[in-house]
C-alpha cells in the first residue's frame, strides 16, 4: 500500500499501455458477444421445449453479458463500430427472445432488464386488481409518511400489485441492494434539499446496479444518456465514463432532477421527463392542454414509470402494510482515496493494496483496467 500511496508504480510507455490495454478491451469484447450468443440459444431451445423459467435466466445471463461489455471507443473506430453493431445485433435478438418468454413468466427476476419491465407493464395489469377499495385505503394512509407526491389511484396500485406478485423478488432484492448505495444517495438529497425518496427513482431506473443493461446505452445507478451526464457536468472519454462513479453521478443527477422540477414545478412531472426527455413532456403538456401527469399521452415506459416509482416508495415506508418484509440491507460501500501521481494498471494496484481486492468494483468510472494514462494525477479508491 505504501508504494501505491507514493506514486512508485511501474511506469510502462503511454503508447504501449494504450495499445495493449485496447486490445484486451477488444477481446474482451468479442468474448462476451459471443457468449451471449450462446446463452440466447440455449435460451431458444429451453424456450421451444416449453421451459420458460430456464429459458429466462439464460436470457438474464445473456443481458449480464451484455451489460458488462465495455463500450469505450477503440483506437480503430472502423473496427469498434463493426463490433458494437454486432453486440447490438444480439441485443436485439436477445430482447424479442425475452418478450416473448416475458407472458409465460410467473416472476420476473432482480435482473430482468427493467426497460422491459417498464415496457410489459400495461393497461391490462388493472383488471388483475382485487375489486375492493383496500389497496387505495392503504395508500392513502401510508402516502403521508412519504416526500414524494403519491397518488392513490388504480395505476399506482396496479403497480404495488405488480409488486407483490410477479416483482416481489425484485422488489425485496432492490431493497437489499440498496444498502450498497444509501449512503452515497440520501446525504446528497439531503443536501440538495431535494426529497429523500427520490432514491427510489434510482431503484426504478437502474435496480441500484450500475451495469444496468440499457439498449439506449444509458449508464450508471441513474442510467444518464451521454449527452444528459455531459450536460450536468460529468466527463465521459476514452478512460473514463463518470456516469458510472456513484457519488459524481448521484451529484449530477439531483441538479438535474432539480433542473427538471424547476420547469415543471410538480415532481409527477419532473419524474417523467427524467424518464422520457423534458421535451416530449412539454409537447404532451401543450397537446392535452393540461399539466396533469395521469392525463398525458406519453411513451407506455414513462406511463409506467411513474407509478412504479410511487409503488416502490409507498411500500418502503410501510412494507408490512402491503405484506413485505423489508429485507437485510447490503453493507455500505466504504472506500478512502489514494492521490497517484501517474497511471497504473489496476492488476498492479491490486496487488500493492492486497489479495482479494476488487479495485474495479471500487472504481466502476474507469473504463479500461488502468487509471487514466494522460492524467497529470488521479485519485482511485481503495478499500478503508
Not at 457536468?233 to 465514463?241: P, Q
Request: aromatic share 8%; with cysteine.
Amino acid at each position: 500500500m505504501m508504494s501505491l500511496r507514493s506514486g512508485a508504480v511501474p511506469s510502462p510507455s503511454v503508447a504501449d499501455t494504450l495499445l495493449v490495454v485496447d486490445l484486451e478491451a477488444e477481446r474482451a469484447l468479442d468474448d462476451a458477444v459471443l457468449a451471449a450468443r450462446w446463452r440466447l440459444l440455449r435460451a431458444l431451445d429451453e424456450q421451444a421445449m416449453g421451459r420458460f423459467d430456464p429459458a429466462r435466466l439464460e436470457l438474464d445471463g445473456a443481458y449480464h453479458l451484455l451489460a458488462t461489455m465495455d463500450d469505450a471507443p477503440s483506437l480503430d473506430e472502423s473496427r469498434a463500430e463493426l463490433r458494437q453493431a454486432e453486440a447490438d445485433a444480439v441485443a436485439d435478438a436477445v430482447e424479442r427472445a425475452y418478450m416473448s418468454v416475458l407472458p409465460h413468466i410467473e416472476r420476473l427476476s432482480p435482473d430482468s432488464p427493467l426497460t422491459l419491465l417498464l415496457r410489459e407493464l400495461g393497461e391490462e395489469h388493472l383488471d388483475q386488481l382485487p375489486q375492493d377499495k383496500v389497496p387505495l385505503v392503504r395508500i392513502h394512509q401510508v402516502s403521508p409518511g412519504c416526500d414524494l407526491p403519491i397518488d392513490a389511484n388504480e395505476r399506482v396500485a396496479a403497480s404495488i400489485h405488480f409488486f407483490q406478485t410477479r416483482g416481489r423478488e425484485t422488489w425485496t432484492a432492490w431493497m437489499r441492494r440498496s444498502g450498497r448505495y444509501r449512503n452515497i444517495i440520501l446525504p446528497v438529497l439531503r443536501e440538495e434539499k431535494l426529497p429523500e425518496d427520490l432514491l427510489f427513482l434510482s431503484m426504478i431506473e437502474s435496480g441500484f446496479n450500475p451495469r444496468a443493461y440499457s439498449r439506449a446505452r444509458a449508464v450508471g445507478l441513474w442510467q444518464f444518456m451521454a449527452s444528459t451526464g455531459r450536460l450536468e457536468g460529468l466527463t465521459i472519454d476514452h478512460w473514463i465514463d463518470e456516469r458510472r462513479d456513484p457519488v459524481k453521478s448521484t451529484r449530477a443527477a439531483a441538479r438535474h432532477l432539480r433542473r427538471l422540477y424547476k420547469r415543471f414545478g410538480d415532481w409527477r412531472l419532473a419524474a417523467a421527463a427524467y424518464n422520457s426527455g423534458p421535451g416530449r413532456v412539454q409537447r404532451a403538456i401543450d397537446k392535452a392542454g393540461s399539466r396533469d401527469f395521469w392525463n398525458l399521452d406519453l411513451p407506455r415506459e414513462t406511463r409506467n414509470y411513474v407509478p412504479l416509482l410511487m409503488a416502490a416508495a409507498v411500500i418502503a415506508q410501510s412494507p408490512e402494510t402491503f405484506g413485505f418484509t423489508l429485507p437485510e440491507p447490503e453493507a455500505p460501500i466504504l472506500w478512502e482515496e489514494v492521490h497517484l501521481k501517474r497511471f497504473v494498471h489496476l492488476e498492479t494496484a491490486s496487488r500493492l493494496v492486497g489479495p482479494g481486492t476488487d479495485l474495479k468494483h471500487l472504481n466502476p468510472e474507469l473504463r479500461r483496467p488502468i487509471t487514466p494514462p494522460m492524467a497529470k494525477s488521479y485519485r482511485l479508491k481503495v478499500p478503508p
